[in-house]
């Protein structure tokens, strides 16, 4: 099997982030405290701030299959027919451009991030304290995940190959190779992580301190990359002994 690659095109990435935050302490009693705050995360996407970008994304709503490109007899593309990775059209769309907005994805505004926590001594003796809290945080991405994905999409570049299977011997290299791309969804919420513990210390006689805590963390919308055009095993494989 045999395959060949392009080298990738370089982006001039940019991203916002600003956090405005609150946070006070509040002694409601002589065994209480409370530890509150509030932050806001403004974060946009990464973007590339090339002319013309060197990102670019798929839009299903924007694709035509009458306008798809033909096929001969052969297997080979009709000269003038559809549109490919060399440029825009028919779903391919550059980022940053007409309704595609900078980053190819909106940014979630519902990033609001509370912070809570408290100290807590139950006997008023100074040798008992239960302490606990909770705050969720927004992650702003990986760059190599969310700018690195599009960098080298068609049409500014591409990573073309080819490859020679049993079964897809028609497959070769050509003007027109094999290209990936990588995709996401134009709207989406940033990952987010719940953080939260609890824990209880007491001084016994003697000096000697017992402590148990519990800690603990929650990731929802996380990061994950997914195949769309995976064959499922089993379809169109060929095996060997």
Not at 185 to 213: A, C, M, N
């Amino acid at each position: 099997m045999g395959r060949w690659s392009v080298a990738e095109a370089n982006g001039h990435w940019r991203q916002w982030d600003f956090e405005p935050y609150f946070q006070d302490d509040w002694r409601v009693r002589t065994n209480l405290t409370l530890n509150l705050g509030l932050r806001y995360y403004y974060l946009t996407p990464f973007w590339d701030a090339s002319n013309p970008t060197s990102d670019s994304i798929f839009v299903p709503n924007d694709y035509s299959a009458a306008n798809q490109g033909q096929l001969d007899s052969g297997g080979n593309i009709i000269p003038g027919t559809g549109a490919n990775f060399l440029n825009y059209g028919n779903g391919l769309l550059e980022c940053g451009v007409g309704p595609i907005i900078k980053g190819c994805t909106k940014s979630y505004k519902g990033t609001v991030s509370p912070r809570f926590g408290f100290s807590w001594d139950p006997f008023g003796k100074g040798t008992t304290v239960v302490r606990g809290g909770y705050a969720l945080a927004w992650d702003s991405n990986n760059p190599l995940f969310a700018a690195g994905g599009f960098n080298g999409n068609a049409p500014t570049a591409a990573n073309l190959s080819t490859s020679n299977i049993l079964g897809f011997e028609s497959i070769g290299p050509g003007p027109l190779g094999t290209a990936s791309f990588s995709n996401m969804p134009t709207s989406r919420k940033w990952p987010q992580i719940d953080q939260y513990s609890l824990g209880v210390q007491h001084q016994f006689v003697g000096e000697h301190l017992l402590g148990v805590s519990y800690v603990g963390s929650l990731g929802r919308h996380l990061q994950q990359t997914r195949n769309q055009n995976q064959v499922p095993f089993g379809f169109g494989h060929a095996e060997r002994s």
